[in-house]
């Protein structure tokens, strides 16, 4: 099970961070990935982490921008977002695949994930 929060209203140029709380007993084994979906957009991956060893993958327009964290002892993936841009507007969602691949390209497609939670809203807006 995931829960997203953390999302709000910002300015240009400010800050939010994500949280994506998870339960399970086999927390390390996972791939959690980050999602969003602006309105009339498709859901575009944004970024992963492999919970066991922290490793991340981040797509080209958030390089630089977001960072992607894992708490092990409270079971919590964050995604930290800075500089936020009005293109960064959607409803952002994270999901879980029980996967150790290496962090890559692979995890921006949503077919790769079994769990999903529900989707935060993120506004940049002055």
């Known amino acids: 099970q995931l829960q997203a929060s953390g999302g709000g209203l910002v300015q240009p140029g400010g800050s939010l961070r994500l949280s994506c709380a998870t339960s399970?007993?086999?927390?390390?084994?996972?791939?959690i990935g980050w999602f969003r979906q602006a309105p009339g957009k498709e859901r575009e991956g944004v970024s992963c982490?492999?919970?066991?060893?922290?490793?991340?993958y981040y797509i080209d327009p958030v390089k630089g921008r977001f960072t992607t964290s894992r708490d092990k002892a409270k079971n919590t993936v964050y995604l930290q977002m800075n500089s936020l841009k009005p293109e960064d507007t959607a409803v952002y969602y994270c999901?879980?695949?029980?996967?150790?691949?290496?962090?890559?390209?692979?995890?921006?497609?949503?077919?790769?994930?079994?769990?999903w939670g529900q989707g935060t809203q993120v506004t940049v807006s002055s």
């Open positions: 399970g007993t086999t927390f390390d084994y996972y791939t």
């Open positions: 982490i492999f919970i066991s060893d922290g490793r991340t």
């Open positions: 999901a879980a695949v029980l996967k150790g691949w290496a962090p890559a390209r692979w995890c921006e497609s949503s077919g790769e994930y079994d769990y």
